[in-house]
């Protein structure tokens, strides 16, 4: 047998092998990429409406998601700890404000949007005038309804007592 006659069954032998391979690398540099595009349309989409279930979940994964960026693992941790403090005031309002744009600046450049989502693009959210008088509404409503729950405990917790004596 030739040396040419080898290579080419050595040739055929690998090449599925290798196909097989490369596709697998590729396929999970897309599943990956995909993960991280998730999460940051989900913190894009929610960034002027406050937190969703989804928005808390996405922030959840970053250490995971984005492991292999250190950058972006930075900005979460300052993120992270401005998000810690217990009833902020306007000032620390705001930090969290710049240090969750920022977040979202460091992951635009990490998934290539480094020209395309610019910092005037993060800061400036769409939201329509009906939807957040439609968000205030209803956080009055449930503030409403807990007052009335409230008053009703101690309502009847004063008749409960009343009735004891």
Do not use: H
Not at 27 to 48: A, H, N, W
Not at 135 to 144: F, P, T, V
């Amino acid at each position: 047998m030739r040396t040419i006659d080898i290579i080419n069954i050595i040739a055929i032998i690998v090449s599925p092998v290798v196909a097989v391979v490369v596709g697998q690398i590729l396929q999970d540099r897309r599943k990956k990429r995909s993960d991280k595009m998730e999460i940051f349309k989900t913190l894009m989409i929610s960034r002027g409406l406050g937190w969703s279930t989804e928005s808390v979940k996405a922030l959840n994964i970053i250490e995971v998601v984005f492991s292999d960026d250190q950058s972006v693992l930075n900005q979460w941790k300052i993120y992270y700890d401005r998000l810690c403090v217990e009833n902020p005031n306007e000032m620390e309002l705001s930090k969290i404000k710049t240090e969750g744009d920022k977040l979202l600046d460091v992951m635009a450049k990490s998934l290539g949007y480094k020209e395309k989502v610019t910092w005037e693009t993060i800061q400036k959210p769409y939201i329509p005038k009906g939807l957040s008088d439609n968000i205030i509404q209803q956080q009055q409503y449930q503030s409403a309804q807990l007052d009335i729950m409230n008053a009703a405990s101690i309502y009847f917790q004063q008749m409960k007592n009343e009735s004891q004596k």
